[in-house]
């Protein structure tokens, strides 16, 4: 539009110019008989008539430009003349684009859009000491070394489908898949993560109500800590943060505009998956006991928390399974209830202030990771006096959780966050006492302090330290220093 107002100006000094030049020549060189006042009426009509024809011409140059001036603003929002020329401007423009680019991304297929979206993630880390797992450690291990190192398989591609009708509902659907999912069995596989998936499923939104079927975040105890550290499995896992992303049928549906009560029926995840099973699919102990998981939430939340302008929510979940133990070959077994219940949050405390977490308390949680990834013992004895007696099977009882508080500085225009978190899960002494005196974890507590700055909405630099102390039943307390350095860029 500036373009073409500029055009048009020149246009009309010019002819004004040429007008000009040529009355002045007229003048110079009248005809005979015709006087100077003369000449100058008709050049003045003259000149008056070119500027009707170019109103005229003008008007229709608009009209054929508006579409195309919708769309160039559209591309461009954020770039004006007037914007002072700094590092931080240029960003801010480099972010606007970004972020339109990301809105233009996709593919139309009839009524339905495909979106392809993802974070690439790159993690450079030390371990002072043994760990379960060396990139995301979950607790200190009992045996073992430290090392330091470097993966990019926390790394997550994901495609979104939207805009589909069924009835009055809209269908949406997100597959989503990482890297987790272990190492080929060659010299150099830490570098070939194998793809897991995440997330699959199908939702159908209603005004009020949702139905999802598909493979996602279980309802029971939902919340997780900020890091980029830990991104593949949740920060505090097997430290008081209960997670699963299960098979399940879930409906969730809101009451007012403040509560939100949610039903699911999940995929039995008892966490004790048969071993040398690599490819093909055996049965578990919540299986084997034909009962599925049974899991419920009701939540309030308020997108004014305490007078902040953002969003807190407070919920509380219940969880319900089964686990068979089979006895030998045979088909009998002992029965063992999976329960849980748990309280989260997610407050701003302050508009720089944020608190979140979860407390719980149950028993055969291992498939969550709770118990310190452990959810029965096979094998439970009681004493006797002196005497040790086996009495089969017992779920492994549980209690803990962990909180979070974010502090963001008034500093680098809201971009960079400091994170302290701790973590507690102290299964209960008693169901750890067993025939063959197995080494149990009985304690593990975790302390986090990370940061994240976010250089552009898509590009983010993080570090972490973690310290793990970790109590077992016979050999005792082992500790372990995590430290990571990290980067993701989300598209």
């Known amino acids: 539009m500036r373009l073409l107002s500029a055009i048009v100006i020149s246009l009309v000094f010019l002819t004004i110019f040429a007008g000009a030049q040529a009355i002045e020549k007229k003048v110079d060189t009248p005809n005979p008989g015709t006087s100077a006042d003369d000449v100058l009426q008709k050049r003045v009509e003259q000149l008056e008539e070119q500027l009707a024809a170019i109103k005229i011409e003008l008007a229709r140059i608009k009209e ?10 559209a591309i461009k929002p954020a770039e004006r003349p007037d914007e002072k020329t700094s590092a931080v401007s240029t960003a801010i423009k480099t972010e606007n684009r970004a972020q339109t680019d990301q809105k233009q991304l996709g593919i139309d297929l009839g009524s339905v859009r495909l ?11 030390s371990n002072s ?21 470097a993966s990019a398989r926390q790394t997550r591609l994901g495609l979104r489908f939207e805009g589909a009708r069924l009835g009055t509902a809209r269908v949406g659907g997100v597959i989503e898949a990482d890297f987790f999912g272990g190492f080929p069995t060659v010299g150099i596989g830490e570098n070939f993560g194998v793809v897991r998936v995440r997330s699959a499923f199908v939702k159908l939104d209603w005004e009020r109500t949702s139905l999802t079927l598909g493979q996602d975040w279980m309802p029971f105890a939902p919340v997780n800590p900020a890091s980029l550290a830990a991104a593949a499995i949740p920060q505090l896992a097997a430290a008081g943060n209960n997670w699963a992303r299960i098979p399940q049928i879930r409906v969730d549906h809101k009451i007012g505009n403040h509560l939100t009560i949610t039903g699911a029926i999940l995929a039995p995840q008892t966490g004790d998956h048969p071993s040398g099973s690599t490819f093909f699919l055996q049965p578990n102990s919540g299986a084997i006991s034909r009962t599925p998981f049974l899991q419920s939430r009701i939540a309030f939340a308020d997108k004014d928390w305490l007078g902040t302008k953002k969003l807190g929510t407070i919920g509380v979940s219940a969880h319900y399974g089964q686990s ?4 030998g070959t045979t088909s009998a077994g002992s029965e063992v209830e999976s329960v849980g219940i748990a309280l989260d949050w997610n407050i701003p405390l302050h508009r720089r202030v944020g608190l979140s977490g979860e407390g719980f308390f149950g028993r ?11 959810g029965v013992n096979t094998e439970f004895a009681y004493r006797d006096g002196s005497t040790i007696r086996p009495a089969g099977a017992r779920a492994i009882g549980t209690k803990g959780g962990w909180a979070q508080i974010g502090f963001t500085p008034d500093l680098f225009k809201d971009r960079w966050t400091l994170y302290a978190s701790v973590g507690l899960d102290d299964p209960h002494d008693q169901d750890l006492t067993s025939v063959s005196r197995f080494n149990f974890r009985s304690r593990n507590l975790a302390l986090a302090f990370n940061t994240i700055y976010k250089v552009t909405p898509q ?13 077992y039943f016979v050999t005792g307390r082992r500790t372990s220093q995590h430290i990571n350095l990290a980067a993701a860029y989300s598209f």
């Not at 054929?64 to 603003?73: D, G, I, R, Y």
């Not at 068979?324 to 006895?327: C, S, W």
């Not at 055969?364 to 452990?374: C, D, E, P, S």
Request: avoid cysteine; glycine fraction near 12%.
């Open 64 to 73: 054929q430009a508006k579409p195309a001036e919708k769309n160039t603003s």
């Open 115 to 125: 979106t392809p979206y993802g974070t690439l993630f790159f993690n450079a880390f």
């Open 129 to 149: 000491g043994a760990v379960n797992n060396n990139d995301v450690p979950l607790f200190a291990a009992a045996s073992g070394q430290g090392g330091t190192s």
């Open 324 to 327: 068979k133990i089979p006895l």
């Open 364 to 374: 055969n949680l291992g498939g969550f990771q709770a118990g310190i990834f452990q």
């Open 459 to 471: 590009l983010s630099f993080g570090a972490e330290y973690r310290r793990f102390v970790t109590q």
